[in-house]
């Protein structure tokens, strides 16, 4: 699926089965609640703290996809809201990060 059918999939469903949108300062809001569960997984997996006796350290990696899911729903829900085109804006932003970071990287010895 590409961005702009994933887009036009996401406002299909807002209009139907979720009948509208949140108010753009909601879906923030949930946008953050998202990153934060990813967070929580992504702490217990590849940082130092441990999961709790009731957490499931086997489904975390499901856990991990689903929360990547969610998020990028709520990001595209924003966008679609906005009106940007997340094809054009990723296409922008991969030109100006080369341009910023073509020297960049390459002469960081901590990436070497």
Not at 13 to 40: D, H, P
């Amino acid at each position: 699926m590409t961005l702009a059918e994933a887009q036009s999939k996401v406002d299909e469903w807002i209009n139907t089965i979720g009948q509208r949108y949140f108010n753009e300062l909601t879906n923030m809001a949930v946008l953050t609640e998202e990153v934060g569960e990813l967070a929580k997984i992504m702490a217990r997996l590849y940082g130092e703290q441990s999961f709790k006796t009731k957490e499931k350290e086997l489904s975390a990696n499901t856990d991990m996809a689903d929360e990547m899911a969610d998020i990028l729903f709520v990001l595209i829900c924003l966008a679609n809201q906005t009106g940007v085109d997340l094809t054009q804006a990723l296409k922008n932003s991969l030109v100006k990060k080369t341009n910023r970071d073509k020297e960049r990287h390459k002469n960081n010895p901590k990436l070497q």
